[in-house]
């Protein structure tokens, strides 16, 4: 089986900084893109920025100049630094990977549990 793990949300004033963490482990033969979506109750689940194996990004137009999503290809593991924080970031942060497992032909989709992010005062 394959899991991704997150860790590094919480609660954060206005103007400040988190950053989070996602790990990928398991029976992995290969990941194509990692990276971030967000959602909030009532609200589709929107895409916050991913980035390829080749290190090629994108970004939300919301996020874009405040967060920064970075890869560690060794340890399977894909970063969001979050700056400038603002209320409207609330969410619930999801990691998404595109792998190819060594149980399933081709490359899929997996999804962690997500982490709670808060922006107040």
């Known amino acids: 089986q394959v899991q991704l793990a997150e860790s590094g949300g919480g609660l954060v004033q206005p103007g400040g900084s988190l950053r989070l963490s996602c790990a990928a482990s398991?029976?992995?033969?290969?990941?194509?893109?990692m990276g971030w979506y967000r959602q909030t109750p009532g609200k589709q689940r929107e895409l916050v920025a991913v980035?390829?194996?080749?290190?090629?990004?994108n970004y939300a137009d919301s996020v874009k100049g405040r967060f920064t999503i970075s890869r560690d290809n060794a340890k399977n593991t894909v970063y969001l630094q979050m700056d400038s924080l603002k209320p409207e970031d609330t969410a619930v942060y999801y990691c998404?990977?595109?792998?190819?497992?060594?149980?399933?032909?081709?490359?899929?989709?997996?999804w962690g549990q997500g982490t709670q992010v808060t922006v107040s005062s």
């Open positions: 998404h990977a595109v792998l190819m497992p060594t149980y399933r032909l081709g490359s899929h989709d997996y």
């Open positions: 398991g029976n992995i033969v290969s990941i194509n893109a």
């Open positions: 980035i390829t194996s080749g290190g090629s990004t």
